[in-house]
């Protein structure tokens, strides 16, 4: 089992930036690719981004492509979420999470660990 903890959410005005971090217990985590997910209230979770085991390969929603950069330390066993030019849709709790599949690919559902997710707030 892998422990994930995220932190770096907050209030920030529309237009402005945030860098949402993940960080991974054990010593496997190269093992896994890593994904954020984000649900805002009465909508679903819904994938932002995820990233392959060596960080080579990542994968968006249409909504961030262009604002979001999704990257990986895996001497650190941290995942990162830059985001910028936040939009007031935005909006919503953040979720890291760890994908043990067995092929190395990005997927955008059937995660097996879970964080406890960040508050992001964008105000406008």
């Known amino acids: 089992q892998v422990q994930l903890v995220e932190s770096g959410g907050g209030l920030v005005q529309a237009g402005g930036s945030l860098r949402l971090s993940c960080a991974a217990s054990?010593?496997?985590?190269?093992?896994?690719?890593m994904g954020w997910f984000r649900q805002a209230p009465g909508k679903e979770r819904e994938f932002v981004a995820g990233i392959n085991r060596s960080g080579g390969k990542t994968s968006y929603t249409d909504s961030v492509k262009g604002r979001f950069t999704i990257s990986r330390d895996n001497a650190k066993g941290t995942v990162y979420l830059q985001m910028n030019s936040l939009k007031p849709e935005d909006t919503a709790i953040y979720f890291c999470?760890?994908?043990?599949?067995?092929?190395?690919?990005?997927?955008?559902?059937?995660?097996?660990?879970w964080g406890q997710g960040t508050q992001v707030t964008v105000s406008s």
């Open positions: 999470a760890a994908d043990r599949a067995l092929a190395d690919t990005i997927r955008v559902a059937n995660y097996d660990y």
């Open positions: 054990g010593r496997t985590f190269s093992s896994y690719a």
